[in-house]
């Protein structure tokens, strides 16, 4: 029997690079790896770096947004913090929630007049509101002249008034984008104007 080297050779190279491709198509994604890793600290109860693992990363998704919902209520920083990581999808599963995750649900649908209207069944609104319900609410203020609240805040104010000149010295949108991204990214603001 008469062994062609160069056949088996081709062969096994093809077999070697059919395995390299399905390897890469089913291994787990950054994402995958972190929203793995949050789920098992929630589950020791270590909410404090769950919250820590991947929060550089500009990537998500739903289970990932889902835990980190769920360690940032546990800490009770759900409207304090929230925008800061990437959010993904809708907000319509957490509206039905109630509370923090109502409130951020709202937010995240970007739905400013029914979370103006939900706002005061959770909070007396005043200077101690988390940081996002503040933004949102000058953002409100921006949009509607008729308004079911109006929530003033000197210093948020004047950062919103600063974003918007930003934005104005840019014609694109893109380049207003870029532009705001530097100092106002990680901001509700920012959420409403760009991203989604």
Known sequence: MKVNFRRTWQISLAMAVLMFIIGMAIAPSDVDLFADKVEDLIAKGEYQ??????????????????????????????GERLFKYPITGNGDEF?????????????????????VEALPRYYTIDKQLPRFYKEALIQYNHLRSNRQVNYEDEVLETDYQDMQRIEQQHSDRKAQQMAVFSQYEGTYWYFYAYLQ
């Open 49 to 78: 770096e769950a919250l820590k693992v991947g929060d550089e990363s500009d990537k998500t998704n739903r289970k990932l947004l889902q835990l980190r919902m769920q360690a940032l209520d546990h800490e009770h920083l759900l």
């Open 95 to 115: 509206i039905k929630k109630g509370g923090d995750y109502e409130l951020c649900g709202l937010l995240i649908n970007k739905d400013l007049d029914r979370f």
